[in-house]
């Protein structure tokens, strides 16, 4: 989130109020010849069911719908009745990369309980993240088996790079206004993050999904693959997750760093920093975050 050292001190600025929905309570367990898993008490016993008498079918048949496709994770667009609500989901089957990996996920979890887990633990945290509604695994002994978990569908979202985008055909006025609630509101969900214990090597601006609403910005986190639980963040893990973040916002030379540092503030309201100052901590996400540049264009691949 930074760039360079501004002259300015830290702008007083005063904190979105966004509700986050609490995690659902206690989930039941279901079991079926294929598959094995939980769901949540608001997704009906015999809907759960129908998903777990054969998970990939259920995948298959909302495969023209795919929102992310790549050689270990394939997502789609599926509809599940929750709470007897037909509601749109992200029906994600995850699959181990490698043998290893797969040996791996057999002894911590697979790949969707563990972001299960860390759906749960971000929500509890007051982290907005997609809701997990079910999570199953395949009832296999290869090693390289897949998982499956659904999340609610986040209506009228979209990630924080084409929502800069569109930001940047704006009349000044409106970019300048968006910007800054949306600084605040991203600022608050990555310091809420951190002060929750959870590191997040894979933050970036795909992975940022902001609801653009009239009389606010909020931003949610999704893709959680690169997230891992530690009793606490240091401040090198601090700089080196925000760094990733901050490298790709370069993209948009009209991004003050007036914005950037709203974003800062915004962080350590939530996420005070034990021990320096703030400008010590900017400094060291602006190095990192050159890393980062420098790292990204060796190996040929996009900032964003």
């Not at 509601?87 to 791996?104: C, D, E, H, M, N």
């Amino acid at each position: 989130m930074a760039s360079s050292l501004p002259t300015a001190e830290l702008i007083c600025v005063a904190e979105p109020q966004r509700p986050v929905r609490p995690p659902t309570g206690a989930a039941y367990a279901l079991s079926s010849p294929l598959a094995t898993g939980r769901a949540v008490a608001e997704l009906a016993a015999d809907e759960f069911a129908q998903v777990l008498a054969d998970p990939e079918a259920f995948w298959r048949a909302h495969a023209a719908r795919p929102i992310k496709l790549s050689h270990s994770t394939l997502i789609v667009q599926a509809e599940l009745l929750i709470a007897g609500q037909p509601t749109r989901v992200a029906f994600k089957r995850a699959s181990p990369k490698s043998i290893v990996k797969g040996l791996i996920d057999r002894l911590r979890g697979s790949r969707a309980e563990r972001g299960w887990h860390l759906a749960r633990r971000l929500m509890a945290c007051g982290v907005a993240t997609a809701e997990p509604l079910l999570v199953c695994d395949e009832r296999s002994y290869r090693l390289k088996r897949h998982s499956y978990l659904a999340t609610r569908w986040i209506d009228d979202s979209t990630n924080l790079y084409h929502w800069l985008e569109a930001l940047a055909g704006k009349p000044p006025a409106v970019r300048t206004r968006r910007l800054r609630q949306a600084a605040l509101s991203v600022g608050q969900l990555l310091g809420r993050m951190h002060a929750g214990g959870i590191e997040n090597r894979d933050l970036k601006a795909l992975n940022v999904l902001i609801v653009d609403r009239p009389a606010s910005v909020d931003a949610y986190l999704v893709d959680l693959d690169g997230m891992r639980v530690r009793p606490s963040v240091d401040r090198q893990t601090r700089a080196r997750d925000l760094a990733r973040l901050a490298a790709g916002l370069d993209a948009w030379p009209w991004m003050t760093r007036t914005d950037r540092l709203r974003a800062l503030q915004a962080y350590m309201r939530v996420a005070p920093l034990d021990g320096g100052d703030w400008k010590q901590f900017w400094r060291a996400i602006a190095a990192a975050s050159r890393r980062v540049q420098r790292r990204l264009k060796r190996s040929g691949r996009p900032l964003v």
